[in-house]
């Protein structure tokens, strides 16, 4: 149910804004863990998603987890997949 909404609700969503770059989600089904990695082109851009959009994010799906999700923001250090790098 959780990975059906994301990717019906959430995906798009994020698709629509400003500076979003890709969303990796992983989901553990024996731990009943998910944990999602998103990306963006500038802190400016994370920065506004987190006060702009993950409140509506986060309430889509409240059905979904238990307690309050933790939410961390990072640099990215160095990536071989993406054409990201660090500032």
Do not use: C, Q
């Not at 989600?25 to 990306?39: G, L, M, Q, T």
């Not at 993950?54 to 307690?67: C, I, R």
């Amino acid at each position: 149910m959780a990975t059906r909404k994301f990717e019906e609700k959430i995906i798009p969503t994020l698709r629509r804004r400003h500076g979003f770059r890709d969303e990796v989600s992983f989901f553990d089904r024996d731990r009943n863990e998910s944990v999602a990695i998103s990306f963006r082109d500038t802190e400016a851009d994370a920065r506004k998603y987190e006060k702009d959009t993950y409140p509506e994010m986060a309430k889509t799906l409240s059905d979904t987890f238990e307690g309050t999700p933790d939410v961390k923001g990072f640099e990215v250090a160095d990536a071989t997949w993406y054409k990201i790098h660090a500032s």
